[in-house]
């Protein structure tokens, strides 16, 4: 029995390469904005310690210095936050990126599965053809051989 071959098997089993490296690139962009807005949280919770440390001093024994220096924090804090909110928004870009990207692989790759699948379809209709044709032929040769014998 003939056997199959797909002549593009080496372009699919590229795509299936891509695919995988695709699929890490997304993985890895998702931990990198994961690991941002973790930063951004944590810078979050600063400021707010700063703000009870601010509204703290306010309500008991006016201590100048530590006002100014929690007004100064937060200050500060709002200034880091400003800055994570960026490479947070800049991380969700490479994301997105990313997963467009991997969109369109794992299309290429389904094309290139549903080309295989279709090849192989008309590799089994090409194999029965042949079968029916040979079943005709001996069928003829036997039906042939008993006219001639009778």
Known sequence: MAKFTYRMQNILDIKY???ESAKQEYAEAMLALQREEAELEHLKERKHGYYLDYNE???GKLDFLLID???NAMDIMDELIDRQNEVVREKSKELEGARIKLNTVMQERKMHEKLKENKFEEFKQEINAQEAKETDQVVSYQFN???TEG
């Open 69 to 71: 220096e929690c007004g």
């Open 145 to 147: 051989s008993k006219d």
């Open 17 to 19: 390469k891509l695919e």
């Open 57 to 59: 001093s306010i309500r």
